[in-house]
């Protein structure tokens, strides 16, 4: 028992579908058998002839009835077959592109776009020269400009020293020519033809020119006064007044100036002469 046992367990498995392909096989050579007996019977088959014969004999014989003629089928038109709805050829689909075209086309964009990279910066580096060419040019004409104005100032102080020392020289020689003409006092040392200051009474003449002026009605206590540099032209004018000291009363300090700008016009000197500059006090109480 367990022998047989054993063995049935090395027999092999059956074959699946073993059935399903015997059917299929009957099923075939039955369809080839239908398919070659059609085709003998095909060809066995002997067309229909129609033969007429007319006969005479020497003896009289009576004919027999005429046969009727028999109506032969006639064969069916061939049926013509409508002709095949034709099928729309298929669109092409384009082939996919090898690799090697991929990667072709994939380092010609690269190439180009390093060419791109390449111009701009190439552009950028022109542009900051250019910048850099314009920064330069522009501090050339600066450089320049200043250098012309230096010259220019070197120029205009040498010409006033070359005025100031050629007015030196005609004073001398002014002076040296006209010594007979002095009005310097007997024991003056001096120079000049005549004394540059004013003389004693010409301050007196000044404040009783400007006073009268004055619009001034606040008490103050004390005398403070208030020193103006007056300067003046050949014929008197007042150029400008400027407040050298100040009284500590900017009120006082107003009135003089607005007094000497009424004023407008110095009188001249006993020697007929009006100083260019001087400093004139002015008191409240004077």
Known sequence: ????????????????????????????????????????????????????????????????????????????????????????????VPAEPAKVDIAIEQEKLRLKKLKEKELLEKKRLQEKEKEKQQKERQAAEEKKKVELEKQRKQALLAKQEAQRIEAQRSDNLKRIAGLAGASGAPDAKGTALRSSGPSGSYAGRISARIKPNIVFTEEIAGNPVADVEVRSAPNGTILSRKLIKSSGLKAWDDAVLKAIDKTEKLPPDTDGQVPAAMIIGFRPKD
Request: glycine share 2%; net charge negative.
């Open 1 to 92: 028992m367990l022998a047989a046992t054993d063995r049935l367990d090395f027999v092999p498995p059956p074959a699946p579908g073993l059935v399903r392909a015997l059917a299929l096989a009957v099923l075939a050579h039955a369809f080839l058998l239908a398919a070659l007996t059609w085709g003998v019977h095909w060809k066995r088959e002997a067309a229909t002839l129609s033969v007429e014969a007319e006969l005479w004999s020497a003896l009289p014989q009576e004919a027999a009835p005429q046969a009727l003629e028999v109506a032969l089928p006639v064969a069916p038109e061939p049926v013509t077959a409508a002709p095949p709805t034709p099928v729309p050829e298929p669109v092409p």
